[in-house]
C-alpha cells in the first residue's frame, strides 16, 4: 500500500507544521475524534456531532485521554466486548499549525485552554479554535470547536455529506 499523501499546503516561515487526523468511530454511538499531534502524543477529543466548515455552528469536543502517535492513521474494527469496540475509518487528515499567536506552542496553548489554529487537511482546511469551558461538572473536560469564517467556511455543513475514509477511499458501513 502506497503511504498516504498529505495535502499541500503553503509554504511555511515559522516553525514546524505538526499532524492532524479526524477519526470517525462507530462505538457506542458514532462520533469524532479528533486528534492534534502535540509532543509525543495525540491530543484527542471525541466531538459527537462532527466538526463543522460552518463559522456559525460550535461542537462539543470532550477531551479524551490522549493516544500514541502510532494511531494517527489507523482504520481498523475494534471488536466487540472491547474498549472503543466498533468501526473506525480516518475520516480526515493532514498537517496543522498553530496560528494565533504566530508560531506558538501548541503545549502551552492546550495547556491555556484556548487554540487557534491552521488545518490543511483533505476535508478540513483553514483556521479553527478550540476552547476548554467550565461545563462538565468536573466529570469530563469539555471545549468547544469551531471554524474560523474565512475562505474555507461553509454555511450548513454537514460531515455526513463526506462519508468516505479519507485514506482508502471506503464508505464504511458503520452500525445501523
Partial sequence: MTPPVV????PRTGAPR???AVQKH?????????RLEIGTVLVS???PKG????????????HVEDHPLDYLLSEETLPEGEYGAGEVIVWDFGEFEMVRPEGSDAAAALH?????????????????????TRMGNGKRENWLLQKIDDEFAEVDYNPET???????????????
Fill in 7 to 10: 495535502p499541500e499546503a503553503p
Fill in 18 to 20: 505538526l499532524r492532524f
Fill in 26 to 34: 462507530w462505538a457506542r454511538n458514532l462520533h469524532y475524534d479528533f
Fill in 45 to 47: 477529543w471525541a466531538v
Fill in 51 to 62: 466538526p463543522s466548515k460552518d463559522p456559525r455552528v460550535r461542537r462539543l469536543a470532550v
Fill in 112 to 132: 491555556d485552554g484556548i487554540m487557534r489554529f491552521a488545518l490543511y487537511g483533505t476535508k478540513l482546511r483553514g483556521q479553527w479554535t478550540i476552547v476548554k
Fill in 162 to 176: 463526506e462519508p468516505a475514509s479519507a485514506l482508502a477511499g471506503k464508505v464504511p458501513r458503520g452500525r445501523r
